[in-house]
């Protein structure tokens, strides 16, 4: 009986100081609270709603791109390549599209004029001559986007386009792997996104 007196007391006292321990933490009524504006429209900023753009974009160009990697060109590299685009970009499509419909950003249902053009150069390509153009367009195209996911990736107060650009950033890193495994990549198209980044 005195072992459950005491026991009683013990949980009673430990019950209590909880108690005063979480209610030390509560905020009082008077004072104000800090709420993370991570999903709302306001936390988005201009290059927030570009990068949200250009990830839509670069699905609608890339993902038919991938398509005709499959039908028109002469290498398994490039073949292999066009499948890694299809399974990224309809992904990252999906995620970018969820995304700004909870941020209320709207974001393009075609591509750039400049994207659909290099989409009709692609299809009218083939064999070896395919590869090389879905190579140099695919890789330069990579490149430049790079520079901007790392940009926002680094400074993004929005928890959703922080996590865009995390997904973003490891798709773009695989594409770029795949390209470069095909042997393909020329100095010019290095050279060409070396020149988009500031100094």
Known sequence: MAVTATATAWLSLKNSSADESVSANLPTAGSSLTVPQAASTDAVTALDKTFLTKVRQAGLWEIPAGRLAQTNASSEAIKRAGLHLLDGHSKLDQLVREDSEALHV???????????????????????????????????????????????????????????????????????????????????????VASTIPK
């Not at 001559?129 to 430049?144: C, N, Y």
């Not at 993004?156 to 470069?180: F, G, I, Y």
């Open 106 to 192: 709207p974001i393009p249902d075609q591509a750039t004029a400049e994207q659909q053009a290099w989409v009709d150069q692609l299809r009218n390509a083939r064999g070896s001559a395919f590869d090389q153009l879905f190579v140099d367009l695919l890789r330069a195209s990579h490149g430049k986007v790079f520079i901007t996911i790392g940009e926002v990736r680094a400074s993004t107060k929005n928890s959703l386009v922080r996590r865009l650009a995390t997904q973003a950033n490891t798709t773009v890193q695989d594409h770029m792997d795949v390209l470069e495994d095909t042997g393909l990549v020329t100095d010019a198209t290095l050279d060409d």
